[in-house]
């Protein structure tokens, strides 16, 4: 961290990606669909939208920050629409009443050129503390697109990575020191971890002097521990609010060897958390991790919530990360 | 000797603006600005075009797209007592969610779950229709017990409570009745209890064909087994096994077959040139009868106009094995 000119506090406290977008934005993105609006005036407004949300986490204190996702509507499609060999798909139901497109693998993957630099260097002149640069993983890349010109998931997620590479090595030389990749399909086949994307996350991050996040939305990793640690990465944000996980039994015969950004804030309720119940959260983490070892966050993307649940939510974690860190450093005394 | 059917699902919406009748009415109804009864004839009407759709694409037997069902884990939760319905959880390796269904009591079944919905589909449908139910195993497997102090306890309970349905439908005028077991693949050693509750299901059936389908997983370590089974036809999902057309070649089938080599989960067209030869190495072996050549699993994994152009393939690529076969 020092190396990279990264100077954090004691539990730093961060992100993970997305904050829910003002009524007129996601007003204006319909109307650019409809044609009724154009890009540039939809980019003001996205501007307009990303400033705020950085003035609000330097407000409300966190360390390092995330550029909002303003700009982004789901996570696969927005990569897929700035990649070559790609097209995107007719709806699909996720569940109930929702919808969604998937990207479609029609050709060779391939780096277009840069995809969210430009928005990550916009995110970054706006503050002193780090910004994110954030991609969405190979593997759930591959996973969540229909493919119909590879002959393996393999092959797919390879060339995924090679295409995220360049995407990556772009951010970096921006300036982005600290670069997460999410993978929230991580968990699908525990089976692929090992057989391939362990390699297609070295292809994702080989040569490049950053500090790496996997962000995998999942809070009962135990399918793909300790396996998981083999991945080259830096940083493991994982999904632990609710999570019922035995962490003392798993970690006494695997001790956790990496950074873990520990999820405290549960994104799926609309309830703000009391400072004593993240509190209490983060002392769980402190019974197996070291204090060195751990980055405290909410548990994903907070783009469900509302703009007053999001802050609250935030300004708890903030301040029972606050009374952790002043309870640890008396300790230490 | 080789028919088509589909597997379960079907899109409910598409792309044109005529498809998008269900969607629409989904958010009225949320909304409150459509009652109960007006949101239950869009679905009627739905159900109609998706039967009809399969009849189009030329199969010879079709499932009523479960264009009502939620999800296929709590529709049929639901219906049973001893159950309460929770949050969303991921569908196995799908980007689909369920509701999560809760045990807190007794399981008992109370009242026909889904012989309304055959019975209207039969009514409607030119071609026969087969009733698909999720079940006891991947029941038990998707939920969290609050009730019994084991999983076989639960398992056999619904069992009692599934096979009573399935009876039901048989006496509704079901041929072919399928139960839809993909807990079973990830779970290969709980097959002792998961025959006891296979068995305890075929109690109910007297002639009616009972069909187990599997997807989601490698079946080629289980495909011995399953042959053991009193059931009538096996369903497999060849998308998960590089080895399990050797396997079903070099034993063969003393049951009908259900085989799920058109990808459903995948928009790629499968071409004939990669069926034919898979199906005439393994129809000759199918002693029992009869063999179908259907999707891997339900066809709403994919937007509405990839799931009716593979249906369609699907019957061409059938209608040429036949010819090749004579």
Redesign the interface.
Known sequence: MRRLGLDLPLLPTTAVGSYPKPEQLVEARRMLLAGRLKPKDLREMEERATKEWIALQEEIGLDVLVDGEMYRGDMATYFAENLDGFRISGLVRSYGNRYYRKPIIVGEVRWRGPITVDWWRFAQALTKKPVKGMITGPYTMMDWSFNEYYSSRRDACLDLARALHQEVKALAEAGAKIIQIDEPALSTRPEELEEFVVDALEIVTKGVDAYFIAHVCYGAFEFIYPEMLELPVDNFDLEMSNSELDLVELFKKHPFTKDISFGVIDVHSHVVESVDLVKRRIERALEVLSPEQLWIDPDCGLKTRTREEAIGKLQAMVKAVREVRTGLCRGNA | MLLTANTGSY?????KPEQQKH?QA??RW?KGEISDEEFMRVQDEVTKEVIHEQVRAGLDLVTDGQVRW??PISHIARGLRGFEIN??LRFF?T????RQPVVEGEVRWVKPILVWEFSFAKEISAVPVKPVLTGPYTIARSSINRYYPSLEELVLDLASALGREIGELEKAGADVIQVDEPAILKNPDDFELFRDAIEEICKNVENARLALYTYFGDAAKLYEKFQELPVDIIGLDFTYSERLVDVVVAQGSSKGLGLGLIDGR???MEKETEILPILERIVPQVEGGPVYLNPSCGL???????AFAKLQNLVMIAKRAREVMG
């Open positions: 899109p409910r919406i598409g792309d969607r989904y958010a949320e939620y999800d949050g969303l390796d980007n689909f969610y369920f995948n928009t790629r709403e994994y994919l937007p509405r106009e990839t």
